[in-house]
């Protein structure tokens, strides 16, 4: 090549480079696509020497929209072809939800959890349009995405759902269609669902806390339709002394929220007394007879302690990566926390009570902040009642469905099989460990070890080998005894990247285990991203755009450490025709 023409491709080859880097920080910040031109033409305003040449005639324009969709449809697929190539031959779950956007078009979104460099990780792998929300065209739709990534069907081996019926049901459902081609795979229902069914059904489940959740709608929504009232309850805050909180209205399926708000009503009684009191407001003052009362405000301060507790729960299966071990710890530790405040108060509730006078049975008002409030020994029973009926229904439900009683059924027993590979669940001594879980070994490996013949008549074949599996259990056993202390994450990364060739089989029950999905929360996650980009102002974006946008949004690494020069040379390469 001339030297002028190297010098000439050189300086093209920047300018594109550029524009790329402009497309890629636009992506980013969520800037529309239609900016990005206007972006380029600034910054050749300002002087930047690489997009002198964007220009080619009047035809040709590497700043035109449709330059940029290509460029940035390139961008994407580096970022989807570096996902891919991490994901590699590994075992992998799948977990998937389908909504509509803001333009009426109904979409799945779908993310991958699988295992790299001994660590689970879960990324962003599609968002599709969909013909409809029946089980078998989200089914075929997510085979679909399977096909076209060119991922080996054979290494999905669990699925993560909202456990709608049209995702779990047990005839049709989207998980039973594929447990019917590939019967390894397990699936799950989202934590995160679960506790938030848990508790609404629980709070439901008592009158009088359906009439709380009432109430306390209420007392958001004067607040938030009307900027007088709000800022009147500002001044009182200021005033007493109160912190400067706000109540945000709850949902049945936000419980964090509701606890937020239970908490911010508890800390700033005294402004909310004050303002009712004061208030000429004619939703204000209806609201004084339900909130100036006894029943309310104890209620409140139980609901302190008990939400809390539920609340720190959510926290806990909204965390991307989470191990299905950690989540049933957890769950165990939420349940024993509610059964403590059944037999003691929390540290709430005990400070209301220390606000009350030793006298109160005689009393039909009580002084509480500094506000008279009805009182009456029947107001006070059936507030005790309510919440412990609350308690105990929670109890009961979270009993049911992170416990439930389906150890007899082959999933049941696999779920509780794979605890063996917790370190911490080994015995304390060594001298205990020579039959320490040789049941449960059988159980795995007669499970993965063995081939089956799926609905359709077809053999799957092992997903290792049992007799092997076995015989690496019997010194795998001593060694993780060692490191008994440590964590199943941290455990199983060292095993993944220092020994699994030591212990094939049982590294690869070491991945299906950890790709479990406790959650799908990465995917609500996923919608929000979604609605994000495509806006009612942004409403004509196609499905297609925004899975690109969304690729590179979500995946794409900081723009600093991008590989720009093989989005350069695969955007020629694709400009060539090749």
């Known amino acids: 090549m001339p030297k002028a023409s190297a010098k000439a491709y050189d300086r093209i080859r920047e300018a594109v480079i550029a524009v790329m880097k402009n497309i890629y920080f636009a992506t980013k910040e969520d800037l529309a696509k239609g900016k990005v031109e206007s972006l380029n033409k600034h910054l050749v305003f300002m002087g930047v020497q690489p997009l002198q040449l964007l220009t080619v005639d009047d035809r040709v324009k590497y700043s035109s929209y449709d330059s940029v969709n290509d460029m940035l449809e390139t961008l994407a697929g580096v970022v989807d072809e570096e996902l891919l190539a991490d994901v590699n031959d590994s075992v992998y779950a799948l977990m998937f939800d389908e909504s509509t956007d803001v ?13 790299s460099s001994g660590k689970v990780v879960t990324r962003f792998l599609k968002v599709s349009a969909l013909s409809g929300a029946s089980a078998d065209l989200i089914f075929a739709k997510v085979k679909e995405v399977i096909t076209s990534k060119k991922m080996h069907e054979g290494a999905l081996v669990s699925l993560g759902t909202d456990g709608a019926s049209v995702m779990t049901g047990s005839k049709s459902g989207v998980t039973k269609r594929f447990s019917d081609e590939n019967p390894f795979i397990l699936a799950d229902h989202c934590g995160a669902h679960r506790l938030a069914l848990a508790a609404g059904q629980a709070a439901n489940a008592v009158p009088y806390l359906v009439d709380y959740q009432e ?63 004061s208030t000429d407001n004619v939703k204000g003052k209806l609201l004084s007879k339900k909130v100036a009362k006894y029943k309310f405000i104890a209620t409140t301060f139980f609901l302190s302690d008990s939400l809390q507790v539920l609340a720190n729960f959510c926290l806990t299966v909204q965390k991307s990566n989470l191990l299905y071990s950690d989540m049933q710890v957890h769950a165990r530790a939420t349940i024993a926390a509610l059964k403590a405040l059944t037999e003691d108060s929390g540290v709430h509730f005990k400070a209301f009570t220390q606000m009350l006078p030793p006298d109160i049975d005689s009393r039909d008002a009580v002084v509480i902040c500094g506000h008279n409030v009805s009182y009456s020994n029947k107001q006070a029973t059936e507030s005790k009642s309510a919440n412990v009926k609350f308690i105990e229904k929670a109890i009961s439900n979270l009993e049911q469905r992170f416990f439930p009683d389906d150890h007899m059924s082959e999933r049941g027993k696999l779920l509780e099989s794979f605890e063996i590979l917790v370190p911490s669940s080994m015995p304390d001594n060594e001298s205990d460990l020579a039959n320490y879980g040789l049941e449960a070994v059988e159980c795995l490996g007669k499970f993965y070890g063995t081939g089956k ?33 440590k964590s199943l994450a941290d455990f199983w990364c060292m095993i993944l990247n220092k020994y699994s060739h030591s212990y094939p089989n049982l590294a690869v029950l070491g991945k299906i285990f950890m790709v479990f999905p406790s959650t799908t929360v990465d995917v609500e996650r996923g919608f929000s991203r979604h609605n994000i980009v495509k806006t009612a102002l942004r409403g004509c974006l196609t499905t297609e755009s925004v899975n690109t946008l969304l690729t590179v949004k979500i995946e794409g690494p900081k723009i600093e450490t991008f590989d720009f020069n093989t989005a350069y040379v695969s955007w020629c390469t694709k400009k060539d025709g090749g």
């Open 453 to 485: 013949t799926n609905a359709h008549g077809n053999v799957v074949p092992p997903m290792l080998d049992e007799v092997d599996l076995l015989s690496e259990w019997h010194g795998f056993k001593y060694f993780m005894h060692h490191y008994k202390t």
């Open 215 to 277: 109430t306390v709608n209420a007392i958001c929504k004067l607040f938030k339709y009307s900027p007088k009232q709000k800022s009147k309850l500002k001044e009182i805050q200021e005033l007493v002394g109160d912190d400067p909180l706000t109540y945000n209205e709850i949902f049945q399926t936000r419980w964090l929220s509701f606890n937020n708000c239970v908490q911010a009503i508890r800390r700033t009684l005294d402004s909310l007394l004050t303002f009712i009191a």
């Open 103 to 115: 333009s009426v078009t109904q979409t799945m979104m779908l993310y991958i959890r699988y295992v």
